[in-house]
């Protein structure tokens, strides 16, 4: 029993190494730059035990756009259900993003870097989880349009509300990082970086408002 234990934690440790190495692979060379064998000697690993575990570079990299999608899904499912106000219910969601974009940086910018070349390989991630994303996404739809039928905010695209907050909030999590280059040397790169995020959630939070709320 203790040895299978240490089999898994190990595999689950090689695993994870082969990830992280990808992710700074992908974030510098893009996904067609990228080579598994770079990848697996910055994960410490030969390459037939990274082969081992993912078949394929383009296994590596679906498997990262995974791991922050299945955050995100993950923490909007366990928002409250309880009522609230529009501004705050948008809130709660901005903040999810924040908190897993903080969490999951570097695979952001991977995010990111798959828009810009189409987005085939994100759709295909989205689409694999709908059955987790299916209930969460029928919460949120549900809320707005009873907020809609009361009058309290116009008709518009749930699903574009969550698009928009990501397009939103994922490009400063890039600049961030460069501002706190520029300041780390001045010993206030903390203060700097919460400070973005804190004016980029209420830049977002103010222009969503504005955008649904009826006059």
Avoid: C, W
Wanted: proline letters at 1%; glycine letters at 6%; aromatic letters at 12%.
């Amino acid at each position: 029993m203790a040895a299978s234990k240490a089999v898994k934690h190990d595999a689950v440790k090689a695993k994870d190494k082969i990830l992280k190495a990808a992710i700074d692979e992908f974030v510098e060379y893009g996904f067609y730059g990228a080579r598994t064998q770079r990848i697996a000697n910055r994960a410490k690993v030969n390459k037939a035990l990274l082969h081992y575990y993912y078949s394929s570079k383009e296994k590596i990299y679906e498997q990262v756009l995974q791991t922050l999608a299945g955050a995100v899904f993950d923490r909007l499912s366990t928002l409250s259900d309880d009522h609230m106000e529009p501004r705050e219910k948008i809130s709660q969601i901005i903040d999810v993003y924040i908190d897993v974009f903080t969490n999951y940086g570097d695979n952001v910018k991977i995010v990111l870097y798959e828009v810009m070349r189409g987005g085939g390989t994100l759709k295909r991630v989205v689409l694999s989880k709908a059955y987790r994303i299916a209930p969460t996404f029928r919460k949120f739809e549900s809320y707005f349009k009873n907020e809609m039928k009361k009058g309290t905010i116009r008709k518009f695209s749930v699903i574009q509300l969550f698009i928009s907050i990501m397009g939103q909030i994922a490009p400063v999590y890039v600049g961030k990082q460069v501002i706190s280059r520029v300041a780390t040397g001045l010993g206030i790169d903390r203060f700097i970086s919460d400070a973005v995020i804190n004016d980029r959630k209420k830049f977002v939070l103010d222009l969503i408002m504005y955008g649904i709320k009826k006059d």
